[in-house]
């Protein structure tokens, strides 16, 4: 299992952009999936955006459009940027890594969390 450390969250205005970055403390090899959920208060975590090492996105259809994902495997980052940013987007961003470990064991790993406050 692979440690999973947030980056980038903050306060912006409505329409506004920010970026969000998760680094892993070690390489992450095969086949894998990268992804950030939210959760607001009250609310379940839900998928956001998430990228596959074959280079598939799939996205939220509410944030299609306005939120880019992007995963550097060498630097062992991905990357969350979000744009045109509504107050809706408010919660804590989560990175999510799901892997298959050597002897093919499932493997899932979760970012502690930053918070995205979306406000005039």
């Known amino acids: 299992q692979v440690q999973l450390v947030e980056s980038g969250g903050g306060l912006v205005q409505p329409g506004g952009s920010l970026r969000v970055s998760c680094r892993s403390s070690?390489?992450?090899?095969?086949?894998?999936?990268k992804a950030w959920y939210r959760q607001a208060p009250g609310e379940q975590r839900t998928l956001v955006a998430s990228s596959d090492s074959s280079g598939q996105k799939k996205y939220a259809d509410s944030v299609k459009d306005r939120f880019n994902i992007d995963r550097d495997d060498l630097d062992n980052t991905v990357t969350l940027q979000m744009t045109n940013m509504k107050p809706e987007d408010t919660a804590a961003y989560y990175c999510?890594?799901?892997?298959?470990?050597?002897?093919?064991?499932?493997?899932?790993?979760w970012g502690q969390g930053t918070q995205v406050i979306v406000s005039s």
């Open positions: 999510y890594v799901k892997n298959w470990d050597g002897s093919g064991t499932l493997r899932e790993s």
């Open positions: 070690s390489t992450i090899f095969g086949e894998n999936t």
